[in-house]
């Protein structure tokens, strides 16, 4: 048995008991695995350090506990990226993994069937395979004991391409066993049973409660994750009625996102459920925050809105009827059972029964409530209806249901669901401190070039000037060389500090497609994913790629390249719903980028075609993605992304400027680009600018030849002012 020493970090916002209970649930699943617990370490930080998550001095105290209590492993409570990993290794000198790999290795130890190991084996190589790049012989330290098992010792010293083919050919195991899975669901929707399933956080007592409704056998141990596997088995409702219970493998915090990809196929039999019932540990003492993380998993797989029965279990070990008393207030409608005990298992299915009979009553109207919505307003996710009307109206509640939904990248939470594209030419400093100010929630740098930045270009240093107030941004770079784009990762990170460094694979310009740089990466995915894999383990942020639907409309591959960058170790991909051959002509297809929300687990930021609220509500309802990325309908517009991030969370459509408004901004921006620039720059830079604000606008052909014609401060301001009433300004 191996000796281990928990770690874990107490950040701003959380409660003390927050990290206190996540460390306690560390050491169960350390148990779990079968590693003894000797120390921990829980440490106030206003943030995780990049380099070694804790600080170098305290890595240092670690080490030597490590010493001290015989430690051979330490387990972090946070997902670790490859570079702290390493670097705590090296300070460290004992095995380091992470909550993600320690919650890996337990489910590979109980998988028992065949979907169960290869589920177990996709979320092991596409967690390790960015770890990979650059260790050589270090590999040997992931050799023999806890967090080892599954893919194997000879699997992990295969390149990264022989690892990249594995995973290509698991997802279509587990293709065809989803579809199996599919036409075993079709066929008991035909023979008309219902589908019971039981969720809940691990260890809750759902195989306990299983078995006793089905009298089978599943596996149950005082452990968590004691079982793994699916099991579906019939059970009979007061009255005779059929119907079949699932039981499912149980949730836990900070579940990794690898698991949720891989078991996705598992989760679609919760998505298919007539009921579901959350089976919740009452005696628990973090019951709320087990029910927390059980709902966000919920709601990530958008179940939210499905029947749901919350089971209080083991009631028979909560003390006294004031605690029971207090249970019913805080879970109104919940039910009480002991499925140990066999306490109220008949109210348990009473209720059931009750569930779907409402169902079956309410079936009719429901379909013609539905019907009925559609024709008021459903068209509207094609129209973009005015505001106002029903369509209108429609876009609203959907988009004001789905904002709450926070989207993650790489541990960078954004604020909202729109982010502003990288443009050459426009998302400066300036540029991107005004769409911050407005509600976006993520600005991205002009793309930057890594030779340049690896030749020390002090016009290209330039573009790394990032300011605290636009935080977090995201420094975007180009090029077509994997050592080259890892050289130029490291500087941006030295010198500029990023939030997030993203890649770029969909510039359709000539000069940089004519080096095989930008969307020319679409033409070949294994020297993209070389390159994504190389600045992943070059980088201590997240890394991001952003795409095009594909090359032409002969190669249209954006699904194939974003599986491929994200088993590179990609935190999140862009998809921009046209191809090369395209450029910015024609319309976007948003149908790229559903399909590839549906292909990947990463977060899928959605691009192309948006100009408006409704436009992006309707892009995040039709496509699933995670986030919309304005380009060029923020030119001269700054307000769409206070105007969308308003209409998404409370589906108010704001007025549009006013011209007096807009002229004002463009005097502001001005004001900001000389500060950075100086006069005689920024006023050149402005032109442009300058003619976005004021388009549209009575008289702007007239006024634009002045902009252009500007050389100072004073001369831009008067071509301006010919749009202000008299007196203004």
């Known amino acids: 048995m191996e000796k281990a020493i928990t770690v874990g970090l107490e950040l701003p916002g959380a409660e003390w008991w927050e990290a206190e209970d996540s460390l306690d649930e560390l050491g169960q699943l350390a148990a779990t695995a079968g590693a003894e617990v000797v120390g921990r370490i829980l440490q106030k930080r206003s943030r995780p350090d990049p ?96 967090g080892t098992r599954g893919p194997g010792e000879t699997k992990l010293e295969t390149d990264r391409r022989r690892i990249r083919r594995r995973i290509g050919m698991l997802r279509d195991e587990l293709d065809e066993i989803a579809r199996r899975r599919g036409l075993q669901r079709s066929r008991r929707k035909e023979a008309g049973v219902p589908v019971v399933s039981l969720v809940g956080y691990t260890n809750a007592g759902k195989s306990t409660l299983f078995n006793a409704l089905t009298e089978s056998t599943v596996l149950v141990e005082d452990k968590l994750f004691a079982t793994l596997d699916p099991t579906i088995r019939r059970c009979r409702l007061p009255g005779g009625e059929l119907v079949l219970l699932a039981d499912t493998v149980g949730f836990i915090r900070k579940l990794p996102h690898e698991l949720v990809a891989a078991f996705r196929a598992t989760l679609e039999e919760v998505a298919q459920a007539d009921v579901i019932c959350h089976v919740v540990d009452a005696s628990h003492a973090g019951g709320d925050q087990q029910c927390t993380a059980v709902r966000a998993v919920l709601a990530d797989l958008g179940l939210q809105d499905k029947p749901i029965l919350t089971v209080l279990n083991k009631i028979d070990l909560v003390p006294g009827d004031l605690e029971r008393e207090v249970l019913r207030v805080e879970h109104p409608g919940a039910v009480f059972i002991s499925a140990a005990e066999g306490w109220g298992l008949k109210d348990l299915l009473q209720e059931i029964k009750g569930i779907l009979a409402a169902r079956d009553r309410d079936r009719a109207a429901a379909g013609a409530a539905s019907g009925a919505e559609l024709d008021g307003g459903g068209s509207a996710d094609t129209s973009g209806g005015a505001p106002g009307n029903g369509r209108a109206g429609h876009v609203r509640r959907r988009a004001s249901t789905a904002e709450p939904r926070r989207v993650t990248i ?180 948003w149908g790229i980028i559903r399909d590839v929300r549906q292909a990947v687990a990463i977060p899928v930021i959605g691009n192309g075609d948006v100009r408006s609220p409704e436009d992006a509500a309707r892009m995040l309802t039709e496509t699933g993605c995670d986030a919309v990325m304005i380009g060029r309908a923020a030119l001269g517009n700054p307000w769409i992304f206070r105007d969308i991030a308003t209409f998404l969370a409370t589906g108010e459509v704001l007025a549009p400027p006013s011209l007096a408004e807009r002229v004002a901004m463009a005097l502001r921006h001005l004001d900001m680009v000389i500060e950075l620039y100086g006069e005689k720059s920024a006023v050149l830079q402005m032109r442009k600018h300058a003619a976005w604000y004021v388009r549209g606008a009575h008289g702007a052909a007239h006024a634009r030849v002045r902009i252009n014609a500007a050389k100072t401060r004073a001369e831009m301001t008067e071509a301006l002012s010919l749009f202000l009433p008299a007196g203004a300004g």
């Open 410 to 589: 790489g541990g960078v939470e954004l604020s909202s669901r729109v982010v502003l594209a990288p443009m050459a030419g426009v998302t400066d400093l300036a540029y991107r401190l005004l769409t911050k100010g407005m509600g976006c929630a993520l600005v991205y740098t002009e793309m930057i070039s890594d030779k340049a930045l690896v030749f020390r270009n002090e016009r290209t240093f330039d573009m790394l000037r990032i300011s605290e107030d636009e935080r977090p941004v995201a420094v975007q770079i180009f090029g077509a060389d994997p050592d080259t784009m890892a050289k130029a990762a490291r500087i941006v990170q030295d010198r500029a500090q990023p939030d997030i460094i993203d890649i770029n694979m969909g510039c359709p310009t000539q000069k940089i497609v004519k080096n095989g740089e930008g969307s020319a990466l679409m033409r070949d995915v294994p020297l993209a994913a070389d390159i994504v894999a190389a600045v992943v383990a070059a980088s201590r942020v997240p890394v991001t790629v952003k795409m095009r639907k594909g090359w032409d409309a002969a190669l249209v591959n954006a699904v194939e390249l974003a599986l491929a960058v994200e088993a590179a170790g990609a935190a999140a991909v862009a998809v921009h719903g046209r191809t090369r051959d395209q450029s910015y002509s024609g319309a976007a297809d």
């Open 51 to 146: 380099a070694t998550y804790i600080g170098e001095g305290k890595a240092e105290e670690l080490a030597a506990l490590a010493v001290v209590s015989h430690a051979d492993l330490v387990i972090f409570d946070d997902e670790l990226t490859p570079a702290q990993q390493r670097n705590l290794e090296d300070i460290i000198d004992v095995k380091v993994i992470d909550r993600t790999w320690l919650i890996l290795d337990i489910f590979a130890s109980r998988a028992a069937s065949k979907e169960g190991k290869i589920q177990v084996e996709l979320a092991q190589l596409s967690y390790l395979l960015p770890r990979l790049v650059g260790r050589g012989t270090a590999l040997s330290r992931l050799g023999g004991g806890i």
